[in-house]
């Protein structure tokens, strides 16, 4: 029998939630279910397949508050949660409007002017997503909603840190039928997400590498697809002739934003030497205008910790460097209020790449600013990291940026700005390094990934019989 997992709440410490884990067994006759019932769902068509979506974005709608009430509890913050709805929303619509067009089966001519090639897609039948608990209701169903426009049946298990918003989301399924009997989600810890990839046809998973070492490790001995999204150390560089009023409230927001709880903060800053103490000061006293969001949501821009063992990562980085000679501007540690760990705003200096802070993901609102003496050096710099999954390149001139961001061995880099693929889906991208494995889950390429590419090739009444035996 397996056991209840109790679940802490970010804002009190309290454990306040339950969560109880489907045993082997059960996890693999539910699979066995959706498995099944997924012929039908495929046979409904792209266009069944939109109405059934589109019923479930409506049903969410009207359980909209009941939605943002678990994911407030599950993360302790308001403005990001109501967010992430927003995003979820919307990325339904964008799918939606996407997928005919990309599923379209296609007949052309080829290279032997007598056979013909007909061109379909055939979905995986089962999708198991793992997500994390930073952004728990976008991480969970960004590869969802391509997969089930796909054809795919699919089953998730989120974070057993924030798992609440399960509830709610799951009433919207099972407010539509067709969807209810191909889609669900799971409660539990890991070896729930190791029973579960022991039943797909297929993984997604977004966390940690180590982590996802052993998720690919056993979809590879099942001789499955496994698509990882994996950890961050994104870069910034600030070239000499950038905006510093740009740069700096860019940056600040890059880092801060979700308390930096997200893959794709800004984790590094290089800045040229010649306005590294304007640039610095400038950020200081920006970052000590951001207040926590507490005693309530509404409080401050800066939530809470969700992840307790995230709380001590940061107290480490942050002891190390300071320990190494770090210089703090403003924050500097982690604090215990009401029960629920926080972080200001923290700007250091004086620092380099023996610290943890430089070269482990951090996954808190934390600035390290260190100084370059040529755009070389901070390429250098910027690429002295197992990670790859994006960055940051600020100059006063678009093409001086872009000649600096071509070097950075990262996925998608943004120019006089940060943080620009929480909100921006349609540039297909790569990880680079640990930061990742598999095709982009952005851009058309992220549905592409749900299905396996059929080819029908076609000899018309037109060829010679039997025409392999002439010339």
């Not at 927001?253 to 984790?267: D, R």
């Not at 000679?325 to 250091?348: F, I, M, N, Q, Y």
Request: with cysteine; glycine share 8%; hydrophobic share 45%.
């Amino acid at each position: 029998m397996t056991k209840p997992i109790d679940v802490r709440n970010p804002r009190t410490g309290k454990y306040d939630y339950v969560i109880i884990p489907p045993p082997p067994k059960l996890l693999a006759q539910l699979c066995n279910r959706l498995r099944r019932a997924q012929k039908g769902w495929q046979q409904l068509g792209v266009e069944g397949r939109i109405t059934a979506l589109q019923q479930w974005k409506q049903a969410v709608i009207a359980g909209r508050d009941k939605l943002t009430e678990a994911l407030v509890a599950d993360t302790g913050r308001l403005s990001i949660s109501v967010l992430e709805i927003d995003s979820f929303l919307s990325n339904i619509d964008k799918w939606c409007k996407l997928a005919p067009k990309l599923l379209e089966e296609t007949e052309k001519q080829t290279a032997v002017p007598f056979i013909k090639l007909q061109q379909t897609a055939v979905p995986y039948p089962l999708v198991g997503v793992i997500s994390p608990w930073n952004l728990p209701l976008l991480l969970s169903t960004m590869d969802v909603i391509p997969a089930l426009l796909a054809g795919c049946a699919v089953v998730v298990k989120p974070s057993e840190i924030a798992p609440r918003f399960m509830t709610p989301l799951l009433n919207a399924i099972n407010a539509v039928p067709a969807l209810r009997e191909i889609f669900t989600f799971v409660e539990g810890a890991g070896q729930t997400g190791a029973n579960l990839i022991e039943n797909v046809d297929l993984v997604c998973f977004t966390g940690s590498v180590a982590t996802g070492r052993k998720v690919a490790e056993a979809a590879a001995r099942r001789f499955i697809p496994a698509f990882l999204e994996l950890g961050g150390k994104d870069a910034a560089i600030v070239l000499e002739s950038a905006d510093l009023e740009l740069a700096t409230s860019a940056l600040l927001w890059g880092s801060v934003v979700n308390s930096g709880q997200s893959c794709l903060s800004i984790e590094r800053i290089y800045v040229a030497e010649s306005i590294f103490k304007p640039f610095v000061e400038q950020l200081v006293t920006k970052a000590q205008r951001l207040e926590l969001a507490y005693p309530k949501p509404e409080s401050g821009e800066i939530g809470p910790i969700i992840a307790e063992r995230q709380a001590a990562i940061i107290s480490e980085h942050l002891l190390d460097a300071i320990e190494k000679g770090a210089v703090v501007h403003c924050g500097g540690k982690v604090e215990d209020s009401g029960g629920g760990w926080w972080c200001r705003p923290t700007v250091l200096t004086q620092v380099n790449h023996t610290m943890k802070v430089m070269t482990q993901e951090t996954f808190g609102p934390i600035m390290p600013v260190m100084a370059f003496s040529t755009p070389a050096q901070a390429i250098n710099l910027a690429n002295d990291t197992i990670y790859g999954l994006s960055a940051a390149v600020f100059a006063a001139d678009e093409a001086e940026a872009l000649a600096v961001a071509e070097y950075i061995d990262a996925g998608a880099i943004c120019i006089n700005d940060a943080g620009l693929t929480a909100l921006i889906y349609e540039g297909e991208k790569n990880s680079f390094k640990y930061s990742g494995l598999g095709g982009s889950r952005m851009g058309a390429a992220a549905l592409m990934r749900f299905v396996r590419k059929k080819a029908f090739l076609i000899k018309t009444n037109s060829a010679p019989d039997p025409w392999w035996f002439d010339g």
